[in-house]
T-cell receptor, first 115, second 109 residues
Framework: TAGITQAPTSQILAAGRSMTLRCTQD?????MYWYRQDLGLGLRLIHY???????GKGEVPDGYSVSRANTDDFPLTLASAVPSQTSVYFC??????????????FGPGTRLTVL | GQNIDQPTEMTATEGAIVQINCTYQ??????LFWYQQHAGEAPTFLSY??LDGLEEKGRFSSFLSRSKGYSYLLLKELQMKDSASYLC??????????WGAGTKLIIKP
């Protein structure tokens, strides 16, 4: 199985442009997450979804939007990119309905540079 | 507020033992995770503690004291491939992970 995939691997984007980062998982996990990781800081949660059809805001949601039309896909959209959104973006998923350890599985990340 | 504190960087020698400490303050607590992250890669799960005490898994062990808001990750028989960042992440009352900035572990031969 592929697990969790992200696209693109990296991208350079002009400020003011929009972009959608894609995330797909084939583990049938109910919960999915988007994080950004910046040097010297911990992973920060942008948005999450506990189940298809629902989404929630994390710690740093401004400037980002998400949708969860089905179980497998959880795209992250930057409507009008700004240089402060330069970061590495990780998508993750977990089976939070399973009793016990509900570790999050991470995609390989998307490295985004906004100029 | 919620806060995670772990050392920024540690250095150890191949074959030795190293202990990475983590103190935390969270709104509620539903267990604590440790992840490993090699440079340029995604984090991968190492361990999970929800009760006080030591959990051993091969060369890696993780300890939790809920009353002290304290955990450590113990790595034995260090190998060069253990050079990575180690992320401490307690889970709060909303079942969200709160991530520390990570400890970069450098292994020297």
């Amino acid at each position: 199985t592929a697990g969790i995939t992200q696209a693109p691997t990296s991208q350079i984007l002009a400020a003011g442009r929009s972009m959608t980062l894609r995330c797909t998982q084939d583990m049938r996990h109910n919960a999915m997450y988007w994080y950004r990781q910046d040097l010297g800081l911990g992973l920060r949660l942008i948005h999450y979804s506990n189940t298809a059809g629902t989404t929630g805001k994390g710690e740093v949601p401004d400037g980002y939007s998400v949708s969860r039309a089905n179980t497998d896909d959880f795209p992250l959209t930057l409507a009008s990119a700004v240089p402060s959104q330069t970061s590495v973006y990780f998508c993750a998923s977990s089976d939070s309905e399973l009793a016990g350890i509900n570790e999050q599985f991470f995609g390989p990340g998307t490295r985004l540079t906004v100029l | 507020g919620q806060n995670i504190d772990q050392p920024t960087e540690m250095t150890a020698t191949e074959g030795a033992i190293v202990q990475i400490n983590c103190t935390y303050q969270t709104s509620g607590f539903n267990g604590l995770f440790w992840y490993q992250q090699h440079a340029g890669e995604a984090p991968t799960f190492l361990s999970y503690n929800v009760l006080d005490g030591l959990e051993e898994k091969g060369r890696f062990s993780s300890f939790l004291s809920r009353s002290k808001g304290y955990s450590y990750l113990l790595l034995k028989e260090l190998q060069m491939k253990d050079s990575a960042s180690y992320l401490c992440a307690p889970m709060d009352s909303n079942y969200q992970l709160i991530w520390g900035a990570g400890t970069k572990l450098i292994i020297k031969p």
